[in-house]
């Protein structure tokens, strides 16, 4: 046993950021990402999902979203937002799902950024600006 | 660069057309009709394809990530899974569990459990061998919260 002043205090610089409203503990910047792989799985199933709506839109399978909204049986609203996922900036979308970095805004935030023209994405969905 | 980038300009080109313009920029870009009338979808769609046509569309890496999600999500994926059970532990983390007074220790990997040397895909699994009978493993290893009112 070590004497109390003997004791060695580690100090880890976290970060705690509300992330679809949950608090989720980031880590710290020098951190390298990815390298177990944890990508928050409520945003790569979204945009899995709007990456297979995708598919399906441009093979021709729908006309319109709100055909595709029927077909899946969610508001029409709710499936043309999230569709946009499929539809970010590629290099955001490598660095999301096949780097697995994690982005420094909500889900929902996600699919207003894809919006914008490309260059301007990463700087809005990453912290590195 | 000599030349400056016409990409910008072109996306601001869209933002003040008309929906008929817009309609023949599809027909022009696309080479066939616009599916609908809709000027948000018509512009944003446009102008994907207008960066697309610019700087390429997502590679094939990420292509393959996408397609192995979109497959996993709706249930097809037939290979390992790529998103991991948001009910699972850090990878590495070690679950113990004591049953009939025998201690067994489970290691949390990327896509799986390891128990006695051995991978497993879900820790039901695990503890039907364990006990020989059917549990919801994360019940079993205590992970699953308890219903409210219980506490």
Redesign the interface.
């Known amino acids: 046993m070590m004497k109390p002043d003997e004791s060695i205090q580690i100090f880890v610089p976290l970060k705690v950021r509300k992330q679809n409203g949950r608090p989720k503990i980031m880590p710290p910047a020098t951190y390298l990402p990815s390298e177990?792989?944890?990508q928050d799985?409520?945003i790569?199933?979204a945009?899995?999902?709007a990456?297979?709506w995708r598919?399906r839109m441009e093979a021709g399978e729908f006309?319109?979203?709100t055909d595709l909204a029927k077909a899946v049986g969610l508001a029409e609203r709710h499936v043309s937002r999230q569709l946009?996922l499929?539809?970010l900036?590629?290099g955001v979308?490598?660095r999301l799902?096949?780097r697995r970095e994690v982005p420094a805004v909500t889900l929902l935030k996600l699919t207003d950024v894809a919006?914008l023209?490309?260059h301007e994405q990463p700087g809005r969905v990453f912290d590195d600006g | 660069m000599t030349k400056p980038d016409p990409?910008?300009a072109r996306?601001a080109a869209l933002k003040a057309m008309s929906v008929t313009q817009l309609k023949s920029e599809w027909q022009t870009i696309f080479a066939t009709a616009a599916?609908?009338n809709s000027r948000a979808?018509l512009e944003?769609?446009l102008?994907?394809r207008i960066?697309?046509l610019t700087?390429?569309?997502?590679?094939r890496?990420?292509r393959r990530?996408?397609?192995?999600?979109?497959?996993?999500?709706?249930g097809t994926l037939t290979r390992k899974s790529?998103?991991?059970?948001?009910r699972n532990p850090?990878?590495g983390t070690r679950l113990i569990r004591e049953w009939n007074g025998v201690e067994h220790t489970i290691t949390v990997l990327?896509d799986g459990f390891e128990w006695q040397g051995r991978p497993y895909k879900s820790l039901s699994a695990i503890a039907r061998a364990i006990t020989g009978t059917r549990w919801n493993g994360y019940r079993f290893f205590g992970l699953r919260e308890r219903k409210r009112g219980n506490d």
């Open positions: 177990d792989r944890t799985p409520h790569l199933r945009i899995g999902r990456w297979g598919r006309n319109t979203v946009r499929a539809y900036a590629p979308l490598k799902v096949y919006a023209p490309w | 990409i910008p996306l599916p609908n979808f944003s769609r102008a994907y960066q697309e700087y390429g569309g997502p590679d890496e990420t990530m996408l397609d192995l999600l979109a497959d996993e999500v709706s790529q998103i991991a059970d948001p850090v990878v990327r």
